[in-house]
Nanobody, 122 residues
């Protein structure tokens, strides 16, 4: 059974940093790309970042480019999202998602983990 669990959320001030983790199990982790999505209050879920499987290419939405960094540790079956220079508009529930080997089809990945709440206060 594919399982994804996001953690590391919390309350942080504007300009602060957080590191989210996505722990995975139930599949061959190295073979899958992992994407991060978020859903802010009253808004639709949106893609934030993604890291590929074998080439580990990284992708970011324009809204987080230059502030967020995604990485993976295949030995720990974990993907990280380092979030710096946080803004109030980054407040959202963050989810990890998987189901394919390349980030270009992240919107089709069928597996979602439980989210973790990030609240950025001013």
């Amino acid at each position: 059974e594919v399982q994804l669990q996001a953690s590391g959320g919390g309350l942080v001030q504007v300009g602060g940093s957080l590191r989210l983790s996505c722990a995975a199990s139930g599949f061959i982790f190295d073979d899958y790309a992992i994407a991060w999505y978020r859903q802010a209050p009253g808004k639709e879920r949106e893609g934030v970042s993604c890291i590929g499987s074998s080439d580990e290419r990284t992708y970011y939405s324009d809204s987080v480019k230059g502030r967020f960094s995604v990485s993976r540790d295949n030995a720990k079956n974990t993907v990280y999202l380092q979030m710096d220079s946080l803004k109030s508009e980054d407040t959202a529930v963050y989810y990890c998602r998987t189901g394919g080997s390349v980030c270009s089809i992240a919107d089709l990945f069928p597996y979602w983990g439980r989210g973790t709440l990030v609240t950025v206060s001013s």
